[in-house]
């Protein structure tokens, strides 16, 4: 189980640095997504996976899984959907203002 | 209006009561089960898109005339608050305290924490955030 | 805090009443307030005066920054309080000049007082501070006051130019003179000057002595604008004519001379020290009077001149450290250098600042320094044109002024020379004397010139922008008091010999007396028919001639080269530097948001990747939980989800497939028993891909990239690099568990603690409420920026293209 997520993880790595490298913002937004979501499940897996019962006290089980990167990646849940949702109205109103979504065009802009 | 959205806002006003009312179990059950401010929150604010989107923005604001920005404010002010009245009880800032009693309708052993008016305070701040997110937006395209 | 603090620091004070006293009178010239502070600083330190001429030494210490060993520690002594008394002397008659001369309708009045506090203050805190770091810090702040007074008039060009150059050059030197002084500290352990002196017998055996003593003579050079660091003064009389007599020649310019002086008693007797300090000294004697003489701007002449009078101080500082190397029969041949020096420093003071303020009326009353437009002046401005006769015949060194003195005193020095008998000195000991003689008729030269030029010939007022009359009789109290100096001390110089510059002698030369004891400081007029006295008359006769026939050979400057001055080295240097760093910046500061990703990630491949290498972790496969089939099938559509994102065209596919992507991990936080964060991620999502949607709604259709082949395939490669590093990082961090877990503790504790089974829910609202708290704050910081956004409409772009 660990090393498929591990491979998971790798891979959401993998595709969001992808994006992230290119010019279109709509690309760069997503590609954070997709690293957020890695980090969540990296943050899992280092506590271990599977290793008792959800941290509900009702369940009365004899062990329970980690609480601690639950509540850490329920946080970061929330901060990174207020973060994209920012960056995603910020990219928004550049396009508006600006007319492109193009990295490489924003930055001839910005010299002019 | 053409049939989808007749059969749209039909749904829509059976499905959006529904999730509230899941959303509200959310919230409160978020004590001791799955649930909580962030989720009964985030809930709550999707039924209200649902509701948004099937119904036109001018007529929503005159069914629900709420103040999101507000809303926010009065979130983040109660959390700061309960943090607050901690001092009172000579406690550090964000004590909590729960008790166990005996209500009417809740039936016997019922536990009151003030944790869960923290809860209230995300909640609210969260269902003001993304309505006053989704409604900005919304609003400038129309 | 003592009153001697309260000198250094009253300055620093009285600046903050500034503003409030403009408020209060606004029709006051602020001058007349500001005024009061330097006669009080003088009046009070003239009351010491008796004390320190019997040699007694008053010292104040306050704790500063002790856990540093650094205290606010000020001493005064002879050679502080003749700087002292100079320095609030001078100011007084400055600032009362300057209510005269700057307008209080037209310039930033307040501004100036300030500055001119502000340096006032510091300048004192250099000459009485006895901790090396104080000095230092008031050092700076001396530049600093120099900066922004030159400055002062913002408006024009070469004031930032010359402000500029004086601070670059004057800051660096001070940097080089702090590195000089650490070095002290590595060697004495200590930070007092009067404990470094009373070791410098062990000091002088350390290896580092010799760059300690090159680095605090950078600063000293550098400040008193010895050759080849004296382009900045010229340049630095862009200020205000109060502000160049004040800082330009009377204070600011000395404290270098200073700095030598206070040294003295730890690198006297160091042919290093000699031959630089003398060295140097006359160097720059010679080129300053050399180059004063083809000046055609009064400010410029009087700015060479005083560069080659602190040259000439400097020289004299440097002949006289050899006093240390004799015993007591021939000493007095060497301290006569010394008192000469302190003498000519306070005379310099008179005749020059009296000169300056000449030069000042000038400019103010015809509106020109051109000594090319000016002539004729001496009938319409005869109060002007006596003190320039004064001031201009002392600077000559004729009598009976007490330029005269000290210029006398100056050969006496130069020729001792001769008798010295170390640091090759029976070889080249002879060219003191003669680059003296050589100099002082360049002195003679330019001097006479700037009188002659100005005041006598014919009146041209056709070149003139007023009409010439005499100045106001404010702004000419202050040069005739001076001028008034210069005659007292011509006719009387022992009124000063023993109640200043004998204390001031016996500061820097304090190993040469025996307590209670007291060097020869008379002066007199007439020392028979002596060399000196030849020399003089020599002096005269030439220079006379030369300026007869000035006509004749003036032009032969112009055959000097001009492509290789120190100036064009200066701004070529400036100019490079600033062409080279942004090219280097440039370089890799591209605006590229790609480039810098590529940096960021570049550096995290090879420093965790490197350090994977290096150290080789095991991975440990033993406690991992089973994999079922539809745990594979999830991956396998996740992974699936994710590259879709790159490989569709359209727009809406991609947000699409990241909203699965993110649906995928939702279900996985259902696998891996996390329904708080299944439930979550679940309405985020869907939240989310709405938010997107309503956003790319008007978006333009999602091209493929145009990148060039080859940035997408580094990009791939990466991107790979990135995946594979985390995938190992997840696996190599399996199992390691340096210390116990925070985590049993609130298993344990969520529910008699806090009442709840949820145990994150608890975390979240009860234990660490305090980030649950900051964390939804960070969501209203972001909603109110994306409302801002929004319907604001702050559209900084189209007002910026509007202008």
Same mark, same amino acid.
């Given at each position: 189980?660990?090393?498929?997520?591990?491979?998971?993880?790798?891979?959401?790595?993998?595709?969001?640095?992808?994006?992230?490298?290119?010019?279109?913002?709509?690309?760069?937004?997503?590609?954070?997504?997709?690293?957020?979501?890695?980090?969540?499940?990296?943050?899992?897996?280092?506590?271990?996976?599977?290793?008792?019962?959800?941290?509900?006290?009702?369940?009365?089980?004899?062990?329970?899984?980690?609480?601690?990167?639950?509540?850490?990646?329920?946080?970061?849940?929330?901060?990174?959907?207020?973060?994209?949702?920012?960056?995603?109205?910020?990219?928004?109103?550049?396009?508006?203002?600006?007319?492109?979504?193009?990295?490489?065009?924003?930055?001839?802009?910005?010299?002019? | 209006?053409?049939?989808?959205?007749?059969?749209?806002?039909?749904?829509?006003?059976?499905?959006?009561?529904?999730?509230?009312?899941?959303?509200?179990?959310?919230?409160?059950?978020?004590?001791?089960?799955?649930?909580?401010?962030?989720?009964?929150?985030?809930?709550?604010?999707?039924?209200?898109?649902?509701?948004?989107?099937?119904?036109?923005?001018?007529?929503?604001?005159?069914?629900?005339?709420?103040?999101?920005?507000?809303?926010?404010?009065?979130?983040?002010?109660?959390?700061?608050?309960?943090?607050?009245?901690?001092?009172?009880?000579?406690?550090?800032?964000?004590?909590?305290?729960?008790?166990?009693? %005996?209500?009417?309708?809740?039936?016997?052993?019922?536990?009151?924490?003030?944790?869960?008016?923290?809860?209230?305070?995300?909640?609210?701040?969260?269902?003001?955030?993304?309505?006053?997110?989704?409604?900005?937006?919304?609003? %400038?395209?129309? | 805090?003592?009153?001697?603090?309260?000198?250094?620091?009253?300055?620093?004070?009285?600046?903050?009443?500034?503003?409030?006293?403009?408020?209060?009178?606004?029709?006051?010239?602020?001058?007349?307030?500001?005024?009061?502070?330097?006669?009080?600083?003088?009046?009070?330190?003239?009351?010491?005066?008796?004390?320190?001429?019997?040699?007694?030494?008053?010292?104040?210490?306050?704790?500063?920054?002790?856990?540093?060993?650094?205290?606010?520690?000020?001493?005064?002594?002879?050679?502080?309080?003749?700087?002292?008394?100079?320095?609030?002397?001078?100011?007084?008659?400055?600032?009362?000049?300057?209510?005269?001369?700057?307008?209080?309708?037209?310039?930033?009045?307040?501004?100036?007082?300030?500055?001119?506090?502000?340096?006032?203050?510091?300048?004192?805190?250099?000459?009485?501070?006895?901790?090396?770091?104080?000095?230092?810090?008031?050092?700076?702040?001396?530049?600093?006051?120099?900066?922004?007074?030159?400055?002062?008039?913002?408006?024009?060009?070469?004031?930032?130019?010359?402000?500029?150059?004086?601070?670059?050059?004057?800051?660096?030197?001070?940097?080089?003179?702090?590195?000089?002084?650490?070095?002290?500290?590595?060697?004495?352990?200590?930070?007092?000057?009067?404990?470094?002196?009373?070791?410098?017998?062990?000091?002088?055996?350390?290896?580092?002595?010799?760059?300690?003593?090159?680095?605090?003579?950078?600063?000293?050079?550098?400040?008193?604008?010895?050759?080849?660091?004296?382009?900045?003064?010229?340049?630095?009389?862009?200020?205000?004519?109060?502000?160049?007599?004040?800082?330009?020649?009377?204070?600011?310019?000395?404290?270098?001379?200073?700095?030598?002086?206070?040294?003295?008693?730890?690198?006297?007797?160091?042919?290093?020290?000699?031959?630089?300090?003398?060295?140097?000294?006359?160097?720059?004697?010679?080129?300053?009077?050399?180059?004063?003489?083809?000046?055609?701007?009064?400010?410029?002449?009087?700015?060479?001149?005083?560069?080659?009078?602190?040259?000439?101080?400097?020289?004299?500082?440097?002949?006289?450290?050899?006093?240390?190397?004799?015993?007591?029969?021939?000493?007095?041949?060497?301290?006569?250098?010394?008192?000469?020096?302190?003498?000519?420093?306070?005379?310099?003071?008179?005749?020059?600042?009296?000169?300056?303020?000449?030069?000042?009326?000038?400019?103010?009353?015809?509106?020109?320094?051109?000594?090319?437009?000016?002539?004729?002046?001496?009938?319409?401005?005869?109060?002007?044109?006596?003190?320039?006769?004064?001031?201009?015949?002392?600077?000559?060194?004729?009598?009976?002024?007490?330029?005269?003195?000290?210029?006398?005193?100056?050969?006496?020095?130069?020729?001792?020379?001769?008798?010295?008998?170390?640091?090759?000195?029976?070889?080249?000991?002879?060219?003191?004397?003669?680059?003296?003689?050589?100099?002082?008729?360049?002195?003679?030269?330019?001097?006479?010139?700037?009188?002659?030029?100005?005041?006598?010939?014919?009146?041209?007022?056709?070149?003139?922008?007023?009409?010439?009359?005499?100045?106001?009789?404010?702004?000419?109290?202050?040069?005739?008091?001076?001028?008034?100096?210069?005659?007292?001390?011509?006719?009387?110089?022992?009124?000063?010999?023993?109640?200043?510059?004998?204390?001031?002698?016996?500061?820097?030369?304090?190993?040469?007396?025996?307590?209670?004891? =007291?060097?020869?400081?008379?002066?007199?007029?007439? =020392?028979?028919?002596?060399?000196?006295?030849?020399?003089?008359?020599?002096?005269?006769?030439?220079?006379?001639?030369?300026?007869?026939?000035?006509?004749?050979?003036?032009?032969?400057?112009?055959?000097?080269?001009?492509?290789?001055?120190?100036?064009?080295?200066?701004?070529?240097?400036?100019?490079?530097?600033?062409?080279?760093?942004?090219?280097?910046?440039?370089?890799?500061?591209?605006?590229?948001?790609?480039?810098?990703?590529?940096?960021?990630?570049?550096?995290?491949?090879?420093?965790?990747?490197?350090?994977?290498?290096? =150290?080789?972790?095991?991975?440990?496969?033993?406690?991992?939980?089973?994999?079922?089939?539809?745990?594979?099938?999830?991956?396998?559509?996740?992974?699936?989800?994710?590259?879709?994102?790159?490989?569709?065209?359209?727009?809406?596919?991609?947000?699409?497939?990241?909203?699965?992507?993110?649906?995928?991990?939702?279900?996985?936080?259902?696998?891996?028993?996390?329904?708080?964060?299944?439930?979550?991620?679940?309405?985020?999502?869907?939240?989310?891909?709405?938010?997107?949607?309503?956003?790319?709604?008007?978006?333009?259709?999602?091209?493929?990239?145009?990148?060039?082949?080859?940035?997408?395939?580094?990009?791939?490669?990466?991107?790979?690099?990135?995946?594979?590093?985390?995938?190992?990082?997840?696996?190599?961090?399996?199992?390691?568990?340096?210390?116990?877990?925070?985590?049993?503790?609130?298993?344990?504790?969520?529910?008699?603690?806090?009442?709840?089974?949820?145990?994150?829910?608890?975390?979240?609202?009860?234990?660490?409420?305090?980030?649950?708290?900051?964390?939804?704050?960070?969501?209203?910081?972001?909603?109110?920026?994306?409302?801002?956004?929004?319907?604001?409409?702050?559209?900084?772009?189209?007002?910026?293209? =509007?202008?």
């Amino acid at each position: 189980m660990e090393l498929l997520v591990a491979i998971l993880i790798g891979v959401l790595f993998m595709i969001g640095t992808y994006l992230i490298l290119t010019r279109r913002l709509l690309r760069i937004i997503l590609g954070t997504v997709l690293l957020s979501h890695g980090a969540h499940l990296l943050l899992m897996t280092t506590a271990g996976l599977k290793r008792g019962a959800p941290p509900l006290l009702g369940e009365e089980a004899a062990a329970y899984t980690d609480p601690l990167p639950q509540a850490l990646i329920l946080t970061s849940i929330v901060i990174s959907f207020g973060v994209t949702s920012f960056i995603l109205v910020l990219a928004y109103r550049t396009y508006k203002q600006l007319g492109t979504d193009d990295m490489e065009q924003l930055r001839r802009q910005e010299d002019e | 209006m053409n049939m989808n959205d007749v059969i749209l806002r039909t749904a829509t006003k059976v499905i959006t009561f529904i999730i509230l009312t899941f959303s509200l179990y959310m919230f409160f059950a978020g004590h001791n089960n799955p649930g909580g401010g962030f989720i009964g929150g985030l809930i709550t604010a999707s039924a209200l898109v649902l509701l948004y989107l099937s119904f036109d923005l001018e007529s929503m604001k005159k069914v629900l005339p709420v103040n999101y920005i507000a809303m926010t404010a009065i979130g983040l002010l109660i959390a700061v608050a309960t943090g607050m009245g901690s001092f009172l009880f000579g406690a550090p800032f964000l004590s909590h305290a729960f008790g166990y009693y %005996d209500l009417p309708l809740f039936g016997e052993k019922t536990e009151l924490a003030t944790a869960v008016l923290f809860d209230l305070g995300v909640y609210l701040t969260v269902v003001g955030i993304t309505m006053t997110i989704i409604l900005a937006i919304g609003e %400038d395209q129309t | 805090m003592s009153w001697l603090h309260l000198i250094v620091l009253a300055p620093f004070l009285a600046t903050v009443l500034i503003p409030v006293i403009h408020k209060v009178s606004p029709k006051l010239h602020i001058g007349w307030a500001v005024l009061l502070l330097p006669v009080v600083l003088l009046i009070s330190l003239l009351s010491q005066i008796g004390a320190v001429s019997k040699h007694q030494v008053v010292e104040e210490t306050m704790p500063w920054i002790p856990s540093y060993g650094l205290s606010f520690d000020v001493y005064l002594d002879g050679l502080s309080m003749l700087f002292a008394l100079l320095i609030t002397g001078i100011g007084t008659l400055v600032v009362l000049y300057s209510i005269y001369y700057l307008d209080k309708h037209k310039e930033r009045l307040q501004a100036f007082y300030v500055y001119l506090l502000l340096f006032m203050g510091a300048m004192l805190g250099v000459v009485l501070s006895d901790n090396l770091m104080l000095l230092y810090l008031f050092w700076e702040a001396t530049s600093l006051a120099s900066f922004l007074l030159i400055a002062y008039w913002t408006h024009r060009e070469k004031s930032r130019y010359g402000a500029q150059k004086s601070m670059l050059i004057t800051v660096f030197g001070g940097m080089a003179m702090l590195a000089g002084f650490i070095l002290l500290y590595v060697m004495g352990g200590t930070f007092s000057i009067r404990g470094l002196v009373e070791q410098a017998s062990q000091l002088a055996a350390d290896p580092l002595f010799v760059p300690a003593m090159l680095l605090v003579l950078l600063g000293a050079f550098t400040k008193s604008a010895q050759f080849p660091f004296h382009i900045w003064l010229p340049d630095a009389m862009e200020a205000p004519t109060p502000v160049s007599a004040y800082l330009h020649s009377a204070t600011m310019v000395k404290a270098g001379l200073y700095l030598v002086a206070r040294m003295t008693p730890i690198f006297a007797g160091q042919a290093e020290w000699f031959w630089l300090v003398a060295g140097f000294g006359l160097l720059t004697l010679l080129w300053g009077s050399f180059s004063a003489v083809k000046q055609t701007d009064l400010k410029s002449i009087l700015a060479f001149s005083t560069i080659s009078q602190l040259g000439l101080i400097m020289s004299l500082l440097g002949v006289g450290s050899l006093a240390v190397l004799y015993d007591a029969a021939d000493e007095r041949l060497f301290y006569a250098a010394v008192l000469a020096a302190v003498f000519h420093l306070f005379n310099h003071a008179t005749f020059k600042g009296a000169l300056f303020m000449v030069a000042g009326i000038v400019d103010h009353e015809t509106g020109t320094r051109d000594i090319r437009k000016l002539g004729g002046l001496m009938s319409l401005m005869p109060v002007t044109f006596t003190v320039a006769v004064v001031g201009g015949l002392s600077m000559a060194g004729l009598p009976p002024f007490n330029g005269f003195l000290s210029k006398e005193m100056f050969f006496t020095g130069m020729l001792k020379v001769l008798a010295a008998d170390i640091f090759a000195l029976e070889t080249w000991g002879i060219l003191f004397p003669v680059i003296a003689v050589i100099a002082s008729i360049f002195t003679f030269v330019y001097s006479l010139m700037l009188i002659m030029r100005t005041f006598l010939g014919k009146l041209q007022p056709e070149k003139l922008e007023k009409k010439p009359h005499e100045a106001p009789i404010g702004m000419l109290i202050s040069p005739i008091v001076l001028a008034s100096l210069v005659l007292l001390v011509g006719f009387y110089p022992n009124l000063v010999a023993y109640s200043l510059l004998e204390p001031a002698v016996s500061a820097i030369l304090p190993s040469l007396l025996a307590p209670g004891d =007291h060097f020869e400081a008379h002066i007199s007029f007439w =020392h028979g028919w002596n060399t000196e006295l030849y020399m003089t008359i020599g002096v005269i006769a030439v220079g006379l001639l030369l300026v007869l026939t000035l006509r004749r050979w003036i032009s032969l400057y112009d055959q000097l080269p001009q492509r290789l001055t120190l100036n064009r080295l200066y701004d070529g240097m400036l100019v490079g530097l600033q062409k080279g760093s942004s090219k280097g910046t440039d370089l890799y500061m591209t605006g590229s948001l790609r480039t810098y990703l590529v940096y960021i990630l570049m550096f995290f491949i090879l420093v965790i990747g490197g350090s994977i290498v290096g =150290h080789r972790p095991t991975l440990d496969m033993s406690g991992n939980a089973p994999v079922a089939a539809y745990e594979l099938l999830l991956a396998l559509i996740l992974a699936g989800s994710a590259v879709a994102i790159v490989l569709v065209s359209s727009r809406m596919s991609a947000i699409l497939a990241t909203g699965a992507v993110g649906y995928m991990v939702s279900l996985y936080f259902v696998i891996l028993r996390a329904p708080d964060l299944a439930l979550t991620q679940l309405v985020v999502e869907t939240v989310s891909v709405a938010l997107f949607l309503l956003c790319f709604y008007h978006l333009p259709k999602l091209r493929r990239d145009m990148n060039r082949v080859r940035f997408q395939s580094a990009n791939f490669v990466i991107a790979i690099g990135v995946g594979a590093i985390i995938t190992f990082l997840t696996l190599a961090v399996q199992g390691v568990r340096p210390f116990a877990s925070i985590s049993d503790y609130f298993l344990d504790n969520s529910y008699k603690e806090a009442g709840g089974d949820n145990v994150v829910n608890v975390i979240l609202v009860d234990f660490r409420g305090f980030d649950t708290m900051l964390e939804i704050l960070v969501l209203g910081i972001a909603s109110i920026g994306i409302y801002a956004l929004i319907k604001l409409r702050m559209t900084g772009g189209e007002s910026r293209e =509007h202008e």
